[in-house]
């Protein structure tokens, strides 16, 4: 048995995938829309998720984005789009298997036992990673930050912050993402706190090295890892 959550608008399909899932030992956890699969997921730690395309609020290419970058659960997704575009995306922004409206219920299963399948025999390790830019190391086992062979002190959430935008180089992520992914739908910080929580991680990791800006201010829209 597997913990599911299954993240599409339809709710007659969510119904439908939801007993035959039901049926075949799973347990299956329903979302509407991508700030519900963030807020679910980081609560839930489900085995698999499943993610439409086209939701409200924020579509399932933002939220695969924001889930792959804090966590290493098989993604699916699921969408009526069938140009070679959506699903090359797709599969950039870190989606393991893509499958196309209409589907049976029956290969939905099957993918969803072969993602177990792979991922019970190859587990990934996100919590071991290490990202390397220039002159600054970001681990993630161990909750550290070097620059310049100086060690930088982060608060939880200022790494948070950090290993989300650093895992995405060159990426916007808006102020919305940000706070959804950090703080989460229904504990939502405000973008006051937000500002300031980047402002003061900009000023310890700009402030400690030479002349790159990693952590760059998009007015009005957001904020980018720079490399």
């Given amino acids: 048995m597997a913990r599911i959550l299954f993240v599409d608008d339809d709710l007659r399909l969510q119904r439908a995938v939801e007993i035959f899932l039901n049926n075949k030992g799973h347990e299956i956890f329903k979302a509407s829309n991508g700030n519900q699969a963030l807020e679910l997921q980081a609560a839930l730690k489900p085995q698999v998720v499943i993610l439409d395309i086209m939701m409200p609020e ?3 290419f933002e939220a695969c984005k924001i889930i792959k ?3 290493t ?9 069938s140009k070679e575009d959506d699903r090359i995306k797709g599969f950039k922004l870190g989606a393991d298997d893509y499958i196309t409206k209409p589907f049976s219920l029956k290969e939905l ?8 399948r792979r ?10 990673e290490r990202l390397v830019y220039s002159d600054i190391t970001i681990d993630h086992q161990q909750k550290s930050v070097v620059i310049n062979d100086k060690s930088i002190q982060l608060t939880k959430i200022e790494f948070q912050l950090l290993w989300l935008l650093a895992c995405n ?11 959804d992914a950090v703080w989460g739908q229904k ?6 706190a937000l500002h300031v929580y980047v402002r003061r991680l900009r000023s310890k990791i700009n402030g400690n090295q030479g002349n790159i800006n990693y952590l760059q201010n ?3 829209q957001g904020y980018i890892f720079k490399v």
């Fill in 58 to 60: 924020l579509d399932g």
């Fill in 187 to 192: 504990n939502k910080g405000s973008k006051n």
């Fill in 169 to 179: 180089p060159n990426q916007l992520f808006t102020h919305s993402q940000l706070i």
């Fill in 119 to 128: 991922f019970e025999k190859y587990p990934p390790s996100i919590s071991n």
């Fill in 73 to 81: 659960v098989p993604i699916i997704i699921l969408t009526a789009m």
């Fill in 109 to 116: 299963e099957l993918r969803i036992e072969a993602l177990l």
């Fill in 218 to 220: 998009i007015w009005g």
């Fill in 69 to 71: 970058a804090r966590s």
